[in-house]
């Protein structure tokens, strides 16, 4: 299978916490998005990269988030001192930059829960 | 700012009947992308369909299909025939141009349940 893949699939944590999860786009796609998807809700985006370059960060990215893709390959996405209202789908997708709209392929998603 | 409105939470239907999922959206921009995408149980989200702008022409696939009106903001879908297999959440998403723009701005979806 040479789609989206992301580790873990589920995460349980205590509240303070740190946690760090993975995603592995598409070998060649150049762009790699993170979003997040709470319950009854469609997905928000957190921030993407160009390669290893991260371009746009969204607001809802407090400064407990980190994420980084250092090859420009895998991507992490650090939560640390986790709060409960971090508990979500967090999903990830990729795609090619370029003039025409390439469509975004989306991950599984970790879902992350904080007791 | 861009939005996007799904205003209906929860549609039931019955196997064979025909459903529309609305979608009303928001965007200052003359160029941009409107997308469906499928969210079965398993939570991985399936791209069904984009659209750009300046092509207002309604796209049929098989039992699916798509109505964009820009005079209203609005991307409707339709299933004909519905099956059980299509019971899931339905987002839809708008996005700018590329190449600068090109993260998603996503609806609270529409969860579709048909029965047998």
């Known amino acids: 299978d040479t789609g989206v893949s992301q580790d873990p699939r589920h995460k349980i944590t205590k509240r303070g916490q740190n946690v760090t999860f993975r995603c592995d786009p598409i070998?060649?796609?150049?762009?790699l998005y993170w979003y997040r998807q709470t319950l009854g809700q469609g997905p928000e985006f957190l921030t993407y990269?160009?390669?290893?370059?991260?371009?746009?960060k969204s607001r809802l990215l407090s400064d407990r988030f980190s994420a980084e893709r250092p090859k420009g390959s895998f991507s992490t996405l650090e939560i640390q001192r986790t709060e409960q209202g971090d508990s979500a789908m967090y999903l990830c997708?990729?795609?090619?930059?370029?003039?025409?709209?390439?469509?975004?392929?989306f991950g599984p998603g970790t879902r992350l829960t904080v007791l | 700012a861009q939005k996007v409105t799904q205003a209906q939470t929860e549609i039931s239907v019955v196997e064979k009947e025909d459903v529309t999922l609305d979608c009303v959206y928001e965007?200052?921009?003359?160029?941009?992308?409107l997308f469906w995408y499928k969210q079965p149980p398993s939570g991985e989200l399936v791209f069904l369909i984009r659209?750009?702008?300046?092509?207002?022409q309604n796209e049929i696939s098989g039992r699916y299909s798509w109505n964009f009106q820009k005079s209203t903001s609005s991307f409707n879908f339709t299933i004909t025939a519905s099956q059980v297999v299509d019971s899931a959440v339905y987002f839809c998403?708008?996005?700018?141009?590329?190449?600068?723009?090109?993260?998603?701005?996503f609806g609270a979806g529409t969860i579709l349940r048909v029965k047998s």
């Open positions: 997708a990729s795609d090619n930059a370029g003039t025409a709209y390439n469509e975004q392929f």
């Open positions: 070998s060649e796609h150049n762009r």
């Open positions: 990269f160009q390669n290893e370059a991260q371009l746009e």
């Open positions: 965007t200052r921009d003359t160029t941009y992308y």
């Open positions: 659209r750009n702008s300046f092509d207002e």
């Open positions: 998403a708008l996005s700018e141009a590329p190449p600068d723009g090109n993260k998603l701005v």
